[in-house]
């Protein structure tokens, strides 16, 4: 297939791409470098040997999004790129909103206008906000605790009343629980800009020498050690799930949610345990407060998408600590400057 990677420079996108051109397609990266380094394309044309056709692209421009289908044709979009930092999203909700929802708004029709019809859908365990139960079922109550979790559950929304009017176009929500880990090359990984606000990377650089200590958010939450739990998921797994999720839409015409985790949680401290015995270093930590809107535990039941989609997760917290440990060793500023 000849597909778009929308925010394919990004963390998980860049992943995915690895995924996809080694099934064989025919795979185009477009991007804003709003979150992440034009450096990715090197490391990318460097495991992939071939060169990377990229195209610079902002969601947000109604035009130039149409324009760029107008000229181009594609079998399927992978739908990455969104702002995605909870903290922020609640200081200028109206820029997610432009950025996430309106951005979406113009791919949708974009692609409308030039007939591609299968999209796949980065959406997130966000928008079960705090589960009543958990492993989380994909029927568990939606609810959202930050404007980011808005855009996720409203765009599903308007994704899920789109296929509902036209039965020929297809969409998979895809949602991933806690992406961690990097590509077995240490080439390429996660490159956050600014103070990390997730854990892995977080750890990451504490290990690297660049933040002195970790903050434990909390060790007096109702669980086994009193620590935070989620369920982290090595993103080689993840982005190997896009791929299954682009021959699902293709061999059974029709859309899905489907929740992507190992099904294990795993807390703050099992994580930096791990990570310390991964990278043979100590990681300092101090436990302080809470953080404000967190929550105890968070994993998923993945049955629904071994189900349907015939995956599952196969990489361990161990394989998912050591290659984030030999991506940050190999890289400790991230992706060097264009
Ligand atoms: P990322 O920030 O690394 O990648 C997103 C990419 O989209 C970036 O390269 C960014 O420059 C690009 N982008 C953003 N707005 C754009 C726009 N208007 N036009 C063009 N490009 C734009 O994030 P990621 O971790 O790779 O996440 C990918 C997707 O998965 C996001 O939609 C995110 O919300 C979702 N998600 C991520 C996580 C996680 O923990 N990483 C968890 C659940 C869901
Ligand atoms: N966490 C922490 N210190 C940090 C970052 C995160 O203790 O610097 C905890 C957080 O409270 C949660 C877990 O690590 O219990 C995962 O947090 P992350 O932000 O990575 O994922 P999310 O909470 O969005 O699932």
């Not at 056709?53 to 999004?65: E, G, K, N, Y």
């Not at 200028?92 to 029709?109: A, S």
């Not at 039941?301 to 015939?310: I, V």
């Amino acid at each position: 297939m000849r597909i778009l990677l929308c925010g394919g420079a990004g963390y998980i996108g860049a992943h995915t791409y690895v995924v996809l051109v080694e099934r064989g397609h025919d795979v185009v990266v477009a991007d804003n470098f709003s979150n992440s380094s034009p450096g990715v394309l090197a490391r990318l044309r460097q495991i992939t040997g071939r060169p990377v056709p990229f195209q610079p692209l902002d969601l947000r421009d109604r035009d130039a999004v149409t324009g760029f289908f107008a000229h181009q044709a594609f079998d399927a979009v992978v739908h990455f790129a969104a702002l995605k930092s909870v903290g922020e999203s609640c200081e200028r909700p109206l820029d997610y909103f432009h950025n996430n929802i309106g951005g979406t708004l113009n791919l949708l029709h974009g692609m409308r206008e030039a007939g591609v019809d299968r999209l796949v859908f980065s959406s997130s365990a966000t928008v079960y906000g705090d589960p009543e139960r958990v492993p989380v079922r994909e029927d568990a109550r939606l609810q959202v605790t930050n404007p980011y979790g808005r855009t996720k559950l409203v765009m599903e929304e308007l994704i899920g009343d789109l296929c509902r009017s036209d039965a020929g176009f297809h969409a998979a929500n895809l949602r991933y629980f806690n992406p961690v880990g990097a590509h077995a090359s240490g080439l390429i990984g996660e490159d956050p800009t600014g103070i990390p606000n997730n854990l892995m990377p977080y750890i990451c650089q504490v290990a690297v020498g660049r933040r002195d200590r970790l903050s434990v958010y909390g060790a007096d939450w109702p669980t086994v050690d009193g620590t935070g739990v989620r369920d982290y998921i090595h993103v080689m797994d993840l982005a190997r799930a896009h791929a299954d999720a682009l021959d699902f839409l293709v061999r059974e015409r029709r859309s899905l949610t489907v929740n992507l985790g190992t099904g294990q949680g795993v807390s703050v401290l099992q994580l930096v345990e791990a990570f310390a015995q991964a990278a043979a270093r100590r990681i300092p930590y101090q436990v302080v407060a809470r953080r404000p809107g967190d929550v105890a535990e968070v994993y998923a039941d993945p049955s629904l998408a071994e189900r349907t989609l015939g995956w599952r997760a196969e990489l361990g917290i161990e394989a998912m600590c050591r290659d984030a440990w030999r991506w940050q060793s190999q890289n400790p500023q991230g992706y060097p400057m264009a």
